[in-house]
């Protein structure tokens, strides 16, 4: 039984910090990503890494700001946000694949975090 549960999400102040977690149970998948989703407006990628290695990709909206982590004894993937932003506002999910080479099409979805950013 496949399942991600996403945590750690809340209303902070421009500036704050949050830090979000990912859960996994089920099996261990080759990769994890970071995606978030506005209101009225399309999913965007967030950041990557795969479980093997920890090699990390960011957008470029993110980078410098996020730090994309996992606890291989957990199985659980985190995302650190610090310096938030208004524009950061979404709910962010988590997703997961089997690919060899931890990257491409993630099939396994959570059900979402809520961060609000106030300014």
């Known amino acids: 039984q496949v399942q991600l549960v996403e945590s750690g999400g809340g209303l902070v102040q421009a500036g704050e910090s949050l830090r979000l977690s990912c859960a996994a149970s089920?099996?261990?998948?080759?990769?994890y990503a970071w995606f978030r989703q506005a209101p009225g407006k399309e999913r965007q990628f967030v950041a990557r890494?795969?479980?093997?290695?920890?090699?990390?990709t960011y957008a470029d909206s993110v980078k410098d700001r996020f730090t994309i982590s996992r606890d291989n004894a957990k199985n659980t993937v985190y995302l650190q946000m610090n310096s938030l932003k208004p524009e950061d506002t979404a709910v962010y999910s988590c997703a997961a694949t089997s690919s060899p080479s931890g990257f491409g099409n993630y099939p396994y979805w959570g059900q979402g975090t809520q961060v609000t950013v106030s300014s």
């Open positions: 089920g099996r261990t998948f080759s990769g």
């Open positions: 890494i795969t479980w093997s290695g920890g090699r990390t």
